[in-house]
Structure formats: structure tokens, C-alpha cells
């Protein structure tokens, strides 16, 4: 392994990066890393309170250039105050979303210009680039399922299926233009099943 390792899980909502990211923890763990695992929007005290105001359904006012600078802002936060230190002080950094989610739910999802996203998103984080990045792929119906049983939704998921079928096909666009980056995983397949495949993408990657 190198000693610069940051890997962000991508995909559609319910898809299952939660539950995947503690087996990316588990297998860096087993190859001897020391591990922070964390998310956008968040990571952060002050992430987290920016967090709750982009999920919750009693801000469905909120414009798509406000959703855009409260992510980015959340994520200047969290590069300043986690990913860089962890990283600088050799930690393999697990980040649960990062800036290919904002190309794909604010680009292609809300349908803002790519180019503002890319010129913002360079302006805050223009060294960090993920070394690896598993997308989470399944259809929209089986993030859906995944996730009725909670019940409550938040801002996004109040969404309609085209909106997740946009942000679905751009991120399988970005695993296409950057495939030494991406890892595309079959998240619709089972649990075992799904974290069998991302074990040993991890350890074809960073070796055993
Ligand atoms: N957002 C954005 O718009 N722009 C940005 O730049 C960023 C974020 C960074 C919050 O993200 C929102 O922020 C998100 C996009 C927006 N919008 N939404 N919605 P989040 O990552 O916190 O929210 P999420 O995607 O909705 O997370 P989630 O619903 O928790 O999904 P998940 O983490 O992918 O799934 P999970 O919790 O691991 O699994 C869901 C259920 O399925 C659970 O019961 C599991 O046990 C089950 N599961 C998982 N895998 C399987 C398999 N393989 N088989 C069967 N069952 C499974």
C-alpha cells in the first residue's frame, strides 16, 4: 500500500455504502492501517449542523445554488479539519460521499452547469482526489426498496425516480472517463456477495 490512501464510496441512495464502508474498514484494518472513516455533507460539528439543514424536508425552499455553496462549504470544513491532518499524519481516510456526489446530484440531479460545480469544487479541494473511489451501482428501484422500511425521508429522497435515474447514469459516466479511479461494484447483488467483490478490489489494490 501507499502511504497516501483516500477512498470514497459513491451511489444512489440505499445502494448500501453504509454498510460497505465498515468492510472497506475491516480489510484496511487486517493490512495493518490505521483508519478514520467519515461522510459529507458532514464529518464536521459544523458540517453536521449544515447536514441537518440540506436533508431536512422543512427547507424545501432551498434553491440549487444554496444546496451547491452549503455542500461546499461543508466540505471546506471537513478537508481543513479531517481529511487533510488525517491524511498528513498518514491515516487512510473512508469517506462516505465526496465531490463526485456533487457532479452528480447537483449537475445532473438538479441540473446545475458542470462547470460552475467543477470551478467551485477546485476553488476548495483541489489537491484531494480520491485514490480510489467504489461506486455503489444498482437500479433506482433497489436503493428504494432498501430503504422504505425506515419510513422518514429527507430532502433528497423526496425526489422522483428521474431525478436518481440522472444521478445514477452520470455517476456510471465519471466510473467511464475514469476508470483507473473507479471501482464499479454490482450492489444489487447480496450483502456477502457485495462485500466479497469490494474485499478483493481492495486487496488487488493495496496488495495483502
Ligand atoms: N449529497 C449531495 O447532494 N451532494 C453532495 O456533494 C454530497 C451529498 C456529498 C445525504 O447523503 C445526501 O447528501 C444524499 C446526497 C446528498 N442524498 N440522499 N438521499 P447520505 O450518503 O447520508 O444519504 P444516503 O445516500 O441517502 O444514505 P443511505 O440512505 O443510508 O444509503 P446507503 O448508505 O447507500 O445504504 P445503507 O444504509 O448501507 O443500506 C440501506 C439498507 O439496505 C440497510 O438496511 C442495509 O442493511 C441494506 N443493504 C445494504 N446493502 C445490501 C445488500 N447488498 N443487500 C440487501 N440489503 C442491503
Known amino acids: 500500500m501507499s502511504d497516501y490512501e483516500f ?8 445502494v448500501g ?3 460497505a464502508i465498515q468492510v472497506v474498514k475491516r480489510v484496511l484494518e487486517d493490512n495493518g492501517r490505521n483508519v478514520i472513516i467519515t461522510r459529507e455533507p458532514g464529518g464536521t460539528a459544523i458540517g453536521e449542523k449544515i447536514r441537518d439543514i440540506l436533508l431536512s424536508t422543512q427547507n424545501d425552499a432551498m434553491s440549487p445554488v444554496s444546496e451547491l455553496f452549503l455542500l461546499l462549504a461543508a466540505r471546506a470544513q471537513h478537508l481543513a479539519e ?5 491524511l498528513a499524519s498518514g491515516n487512510c481516510v473512508v469517506c ?4 463526485d456526489a456533487t457532479f452528480a446530484y447537483q449537475g445532473a440531479g438538479r441540473g446545475l ?4 460545480i467543477k470551478s467551485a469544487t477546485d476553488l476548495i479541494s483541489p489537491f484531494f482526489v480520491p485514490t480510489l473511489t467504489l461506486l455503489l451501482d444498482a437500479p433506482v428501484e433497489v436503493g428504494f426498496k432498501r430503504i422504505e422500511s425506515r419510513g422518514k425521508t429527507d430532502r433528497f429522497e423526496e425526489q422522483n425516480r428521474d431525478f436518481f435515474e440522472r444521478i445514477r447514469e452520470s455517476y456510471l459516466n465519471r466510473a467511464r472517463l475514469e476508470p483507473k479511479r473507479f471501482c464499479v461494484i454490482d450492489a444489487s447483488q447480496s450483502l ?3 462485500s466479497d467483490r469490494i474485499e478483493l478490489v481492495l486487496k488487488e489494490k493495496f496488495g495483502n
Open 7 to 14: 477512498i470514497t464510496l459513491e451511489g444512489i441512495e440505499g
Open 17 to 19: 455504502k453504509s454498510t
Open 82 to 86: 479531517v481529511v487533510s491532518p488525517a
Open 96 to 99: 462516505d460521499r465526496f465531490f
Open 113 to 116: 452547469d458542470m462547470s460552475i
Open 192 to 194: 456477502g456477495e457485495v
